[in-house]
Nanobody
Framework: VQLQASGGGLVQAGASLRLSCAAS????????MAWFRQAPGKEREFVAA????????VYADSVKGRFTVSGVNAEKVVYLEMNSLKPEDTAVYYC????????????WGQGTLVTVSS
């Protein structure tokens, strides 16, 4: 499985961005796609996750109500719609995939930088 993240950029606080993660190669119908982020000097943290079926979605408390994760199974694309962005959302955002529910994330994209200015 190869993952390609895109859509990052420089925006002002309060703006919106949409990140995309395109999956190619073998994909697992029972897998979960997730977004993580890593801010400068901080550890990587979980942002949101969605199963390919769309039946289960989870958000980190820090983004709940502002970010929306969605997926298009037929196109193997997962999106992260980010609204009301804050400077503390500045980070490199990574998409990741596992092989099945409850398993580790073993496939990672290259990351896309989101910078939110105050």
């Amino acid at each position: 499985v190869q993952l390609q993240a895109s859509g990052g950029g420089l925006v002002q606080a309060g703006a919106s961005l949409r990140l995309s993660c395109a999956a190619s190669g073998r994909t697992f119908t029972r897998s979960t796609m997730a977004w993580f982020r890593q801010a400068p000097g901080k550890e990587r943290e979980f942002v949101a996750a969605i199963t390919w079926s769309g039946g289960s979605i989870v958000y980190a408390d820090s983004v709940k109500g502002r970010f929306t994760v969605s997926g298009v199974n037929a196109e193997k694309v997962v999106y992260l719609e980010m609204n009301s962005l804050k400077p503390e959302d500045t980070a490199v955002y990574y998409c990741a995939a596992n092989r099945g529910l409850g398993t580790s994330y073993v496939y990672w994209g290259q990351g896309t930088l989101v910078t939110v200015s105050s």
